[in-house]
Nanobody, 121 residues
Framework: QLQASGGGLVQAGGSLRLSCASS???????MGWFRQAPGKEREFVAT????????YYADSVKGRFTISRDNAKNTVYLRMNSLKPEDTAVYYC?????????????????WGQGTQVTVSS
């Protein structure tokens, strides 16, 4: 249902753009990005509602990451700037059955396979 891509190895201060392609018509659904670092719980990163008019970010990424969507392409993006070593994690995209955004993992029905982001110091 969801295919995440765009991860890789980047130096601190660098940028990456993650993509999440949905096999469902994404226009109707709220989407989110989450991440899980080694030995840690999965945590919320960013979320966007169906229209793109509402976004919300974790404090740790606010001002550095931007979530956006292209409903014509059924794709959601996460632009990550000024990357830090602590951003190293597997990043997961997720899709709700509702059009609104949410930071709560249990409110997401579909999950992608994850893409690895590694930031070197």
């Amino acid at each position: 249902q969801l295919q995440a891509s765009g991860g890789g190895l980047v130096q601190a201060g660098g940028s990456l753009r993650l993509s999440c392609a949905s096999s469902r018509r994404a226009i109707n659904y709220g989407m989110g990005w989450f991440r899980q670092a080694p030995g840690k719980e999965r945590e919320f990163v960013a979320t966007i509602n169906w229209s793109g008019g509402s976004t919300y970010y974790a404090d740790s990424v606010k001002g550095r990451f931007t979530i956006s969507r292209d409903n014509a392409k059924n794709t959601v993006y996460l632009r990550m700037n000024s990357l830090k070593p602590e951003d190293t994690a597997v990043y997961y995209c997720a899709q709700r059955d509702s059009g609104s955004s949410s930071s709560r993992q249990y409110e997401y029905k579909y999950w992608g396979q994850g893409t690895q982001v590694t930031v070197s110091s």
